[in-house]
């Protein structure tokens, strides 16, 4: 008999992701003490006292668990997002939280974070570049938190507070990857805000929600000569 309910909605299929997403939890516990090296379905076997064949019901290869790793990390923080970018408070406020979120959900899972990024190919210098397939990308939980920097540039540009003269995806490229180097920095380096004499007072907190501030201000429209002579007239 034929049946329209889910896969993910009947027991069978509600028990079969609770083992994948233990193993996937395993596999970054693994990934946290000996690296993607040392990473391998006999390995990850004996970590969660199943057999390799068990996990293989699950996942083809290391290959395949790697990107589901990856895929789990993006689905994570897209939540985060969902979570923290309420669609009723203000756009600003909301493009902050969007930032912060993103430093903060690396921050603090970071063995997980390392494995979103790792096995990326190295590119050889002689070989342009392939195309990339906009569509295919998309479908992953990568490409759609991308997705949210690059629906974000837009929604300022529309409404005025971003320069629309900025290419979104471009835009948005800049921005992960200060964020990116932001994250680095602080799982890296312990007390990566205190690195610099000051008067001490600015917690680590308090470092990234300026580098957010930051961010915004950068891509704010500037005003034209217009607008300039307007202001300087009420300024006399």
């Known amino acids: ?14 028990r079969r992701k609770r083992v994948r997403d233990s193993i996937i939890a395993a596999a970054e516990k693994v990934f946290a003490r000996e690296g993607e090296s040392g990473l391998s379905i006999r390995r990850l076997a004996e970590e969660i006292d199943y057999s390799p064949s068990a996990i293989y019901k699950y996942f083809e290869s290391k290959e395949e668990l790697i990107d589901q790793l990856k895929e789990a990390f993006f689905e994570r923080l897209m939540d985060r997002v969902d979570t923290s970018s309420n669609a009723d408070r203000p ?7 969007c930032l912060i979120t993103y430093v903060e959900t690396a921050t603090n899972r970071p063995y997980h974070y390392a494995a979103a990024f790792s096995s990326i190919e190295q590119k050889d210098e002689c070989t342009p570049a392939a195309p990339k397939n906009w569509d295919e990308f998309m479908t ?13 540039v837009e929604e300022g540009q529309a409404l005025g507070m971003f320069d629309r003269a900025l290419e979104p995806v471009h835009a948005a490229k800049s921005l992960w990857a200060s964020l990116h180097g932001l994250a680095q920095l ?3 380096v312990p007390h990566f805000e205190r690195l610099i004499p000051d008067d001490g007072s600015a917690t680590t907190t308090d470092f990234i929600t300026f580098h957010a501030n930051l961010l915004i201000r950068g891509l704010q429209a500037r005003p034209t000569a217009e607008a300039k002579d307007k202001q300087a007239g009420q300024g006399r």
């Open 186 to 188: 602080v799982i890296h």
């Open 1 to 14: 008999m034929q049946t329209d309910i889910p896969v993910e909605k009947t027991p069978a299929g509600r």
């Open 140 to 152: 992953t939980n990568k490409g759609k938190a991308f997705s949210v920097l690059v629906n974000m």
């Open 91 to 97: 756009f600003e406020d909301r493009a902050r939280a």
